[in-house]
């Protein structure tokens, strides 16, 4: 019996040919029956595939095996089967498109004159030591916020990950420069760039959650300080670390709480919005 799993890693180290490395984790994920999305730049690579336990066991054995990506952090989750439309493999300036390539530095340890990295118990003992003088930092897209964001957190307004740089060089968030600010984003990655892009505009106190909320809501699930659900980029849009996931979200038809996105087809395309079961059945979604 097929049991499907969905893996999400990155690593950031310097690649001398990122369009070799490009061809050798197609063929290893292809070879492997995997789909999902690989990002290879010269800052690293950034990873989400699924497929059969076996088959993503044997893919990750083999990235391993490669020096650089021998320490690559991979966080694992139940997937629904055919999680991703394709497998997409591709060499980009950026894994994460920030839209400034030749800010970001990189050595064999990572990314250089980023955040100071926290365990999620380290963060709860920032947040206790320090109180209100603590400042969560969303890294992700707005619209992820709006069914799981941790609790009095800044959500900057931003539609795709390119708009942070305008956001911070804007000037609005400069109040915060005196403050222990602590980005966190999914799986870590979106924070590892946006730290050091913070720090060197002069805040002087920046943190990231090591992991990501995944590594968080192992540990603490929803008894800690995070509310609500986890906007993922794949089939099953949305995870819940326990039974008591608060729901945030609203159905922009009816105005019930769901966590449920959903694409509505309409005369543009498809438009990505908060949808009740009610009102989309999932029957209905191609």
């Not at 950034?46 to 095996?65: F, H, L, M, P, S």
């Amino acid at each position: 019996m097929a049991i499907p799993k969905i893996v999400l890693f990155y690593q950031f180290t310097p690649l001398a040919d990122p369009e070799a490395i490009k061809l050798w984790q197609h063929s290893l994920a292809e070879s492997n029956n995997l789909t999902g999305r690989i990002i290879v730049s010269p800052h690293g690579i950034n990873a989400t595939v699924g497929g059969d336990i076996e088959d993503v066991k044997r893919y990750v054995r083999g990235t391993r095996g490669y020096e650089p990506f021998r320490t690559a952090d991979i966080k694992w989750s139940d997937g629904l089967g055919n999680d991703f439309p394709r497998l997409s493999v591709r060499a980009r300036s950026e894994i994460v498109t920030f839209g400034a390539p030749d800010e970001l530095k990189v050595d064999e340890n990572g990314v250089v004159g980023g955040g100071v990295h926290l365990a999620p118990k380290e963060l709860h003992e920032l947040v206790d030591s320090r109180g209100d003088d603590v400042v969560f930092f969303d890294g992700r897209n707005a619209f992820e916020a709006e069914i799981g964001r941790f609790r009095d957190a800044i959500v900057p307004d931003v539609a795709t990950t390119r708009d942070f740089v305008d956001e911070l060089d804007s000037g609005k968030y400069d109040h915060l420069k005196g403050k222990a600010v602590v980005t966190y984003c999914t799986g870590g990655v979106r924070c590892e760039v946006l730290s050091s892009l913070m720090r060197s505009r002069g805040f002087d106190e920046v943190y990231q959650l090591d992991g990501g909320i995944v590594r968080y809501g192992e540990t603490f699930g929803d008894r800690g300080l995070w509310d609500g659900s986890l906007y993922v980029f794949d089939k099953r849009m949305n995870i819940e670390f326990s039974s008591e996931a608060k729901t945030l979200g609203v159905c922009v038809d009816c105005g019930t709480p769901t966590p449920r996105y959903r694409n509505r087809i309409d005369g543009d395309g498809r438009t990505l919005e908060l949808l009740c079961e009610s009102c989309s059945p999932d029957l209905e979604q191609d």
